[in-house]
């Protein structure tokens, strides 16, 4: 299932553009631009498996890195600084990743 099945495209690019200039992008705005922090928990899992690309459970520094992408294909990396502050954010546990309940933490409280 790709993410853009039941995000709103209009949100995607909102939320893109929002964050086009490098470092100015922030978890919490992103998640409520894009339109997450209103989906089911149900929905919500199914992107945090869409960023976990490889299946580990979590999502790890080079996934962050990369985050922006699987919303648009053409949007930038992250920065080294954004990734750092996106997993100090998330990762409550302190495992250096973020994990399924780190994840949707970090997402409803956005
Ligand atoms: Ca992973």
Redesign the pocket.
């Known amino acids: 299932m790709a993410i853009a099945n039941f995000l709103t495209a209009s949100d995607i690019t909102s939320a893109i553009n929002a964050c086009k200039a490098k470092d100015s992008f922030n978890p919490s705005v992103f998640f409520k631009t894009i339109g997450l922090s209103k989906k089911t928990p149900a929905e919500i899992e199914t992107v945090f498996k869409i960023l976990?690309?490889?299946?580990?459970?979590?999502?790890?520094q080079d996934?962050l890195q990369l985050f922006l992408q699987n919303f648009s294909k053409g949007a930038r990396p992250l920065t080294a600084a954004e990734t750092r502050a996106f997993l100090m954010e998330g990762d409550s546990d302190g495992d250096g990743?973020i994990g399924w309940d780190e994840f949707s933490a970090l997402v409803k409280s956005s």
Do not use: L, T, V
Not at 52 to 60: A, L, V, W
């Open positions: 976990d690309q490889d299946k580990s459970g979590y999502i790890e996934e990743k």
